[in-house]
């Protein structure tokens, strides 16, 4: 099967399940903000800390894999095993421990804050950057996926303290909640 066969195949089986995943969110946030009460605001809270977790630990990881992926020969058979371990990553860890905590940050700020507080318009800023920091990512992973990196071992280093920054500010913004 020729590349452009299996990105054409796998583009289709990608979009359908960015769809389901996107149906499956809005169903879970319907839920959360329609139907759940008070007393799960503390569950929420722990799992909004799992998800956060889940996802800083593959933000910061997923970049680190890069940083050595660059450093190798592409279609090597490293290169093969760099290729497997950064889609794992990012679609078993990463992309659902970002919309999980998309869905249980979003509940908690309407229903614990009602979306008001400066604090809470910086965090979710900043969030909104570790998102797009997190596009940027899984845009590189399916570059690296076609060996089409054209990035250095020193920009992907770079790349892995940002996550590590907007991460102080978040925790910052949360627990001091300076304005």
Do not use: C
């Amino acid at each position: 099967m020729t590349v452009e066969a299996r990105s054409s195949g796998s583009g289709r089986r990608a979009a359908r399940r960015a769809f389901i995943s996107l149906a499956i969110f809005a169903a879970l946030a319907a839920i959360l903000f329609l139907v759940a009460d008070e007393t799960l605001y503390l569950w929420i809270k722990a799992f909004h800390v799992i998800a956060v977790i889940s996802w800083l630990a593959g933000m910061l990881y997923l970049p680190r894999l890069f940083v050595y992926h660059a450093e190798v020969t592409p279609d090597s058979s490293e290169s093969e095993t760099f290729k497997v371990m950064e889609r794992r990553l990012l679609r078993l860890i990463i992309n659902p421990a970002m919309i999980a905590s998309w869905v249980f940050g979003l509940w908690l700020a309407w229903r614990g804050f009602g979306f008001a507080g400066g604090w809470l318009h910086a965090k979710i800023g900043a969030v909104l950057v570790l998102s797009g920091v997190h596009g940027y990512l899984a845009r590189a992973q399916r570059m690296f996926e076609l060996d089409g990196n054209t990035n250095s071992p020193r920009h992907w280093r770079m790349i892995n303290e940002v996550p590590t920054v907007l991460m102080i500010v978040i925790v910052i913004l949360v627990i001091v909640k300076p304005f």
